[in-house]
């Protein structure tokens, strides 16, 4: 493991070493991850949808850790591995599915509508829009998540902008 890799990534030779090592399972899981990213930056130009690439790389490093979890007979550790990062992607996905209707129902009710309405018959430049949204967002970011907060208001600023895309 040293020559190349080691001069590149010290650590990598350090824990190839060590009992729980990754070894080239590891590379290649960082590759793959590069990979992804490097399509998901592309997206434009592929025309793939960056959760296409995420996901298959997501599922290929899973198959990678759990061989390498299952040759050193640890299937208990990954488990709770995979369970814990599960936990965290529903949560994620929860707290979007949420903040995604909260949106929608607001648009639906055509509340960014009135808010546009209300900015451009004030007479407002964009400058000023752009500092009264900042400001908007300040104020709701105590009482919503960024999140939503950052959501809603790139709703508005895109409702104001109309199809100046």
Do not use: C
């Amino acid at each position: 493991m040293t020559g190349l890799v080691g001069g590149i990534f010290p650590s990598l030779v350090l824990a190839a070493d060590s009992p729980s090592a990754v070894g080239w399972q590891g590379i290649v899981a960082l590759l793959v991850f590069v990979l992804a990213m490097a399509l998901v930056i592309t997206e434009e130009v592929t025309q793939l949808k960056k959760s296409k690439p995420v996901i298959v790389a997501a599922g290929f490093i899973w198959l990678l850790a759990s061989l390498q979890f299952m040759k050193a007979g640890k299937l208990e550790e990954l488990e709770v591995l995979f369970e814990h990062n599960l936990l965290e992607f529903a949560e994620l996905f929860l707290f979007l599915l949420a903040a995604m209707t909260y949106v929608n129902t607001m648009q639906e009710r055509g509340i960014f509508a009135r808010i546009r309405q209300w900015l451009v018959t004030r007479g407002f430049s964009l400058r000023q829009i752009f500092r009264l949204t900042g400001l908007l967002a300040f104020l709701l970011s105590p009482v919503a998540d960024n999140l939503t907060t950052a959501l809603l208001m790139a709703t508005v600023i895109r409702a104001v902008a109309g199809n100046d895309d």
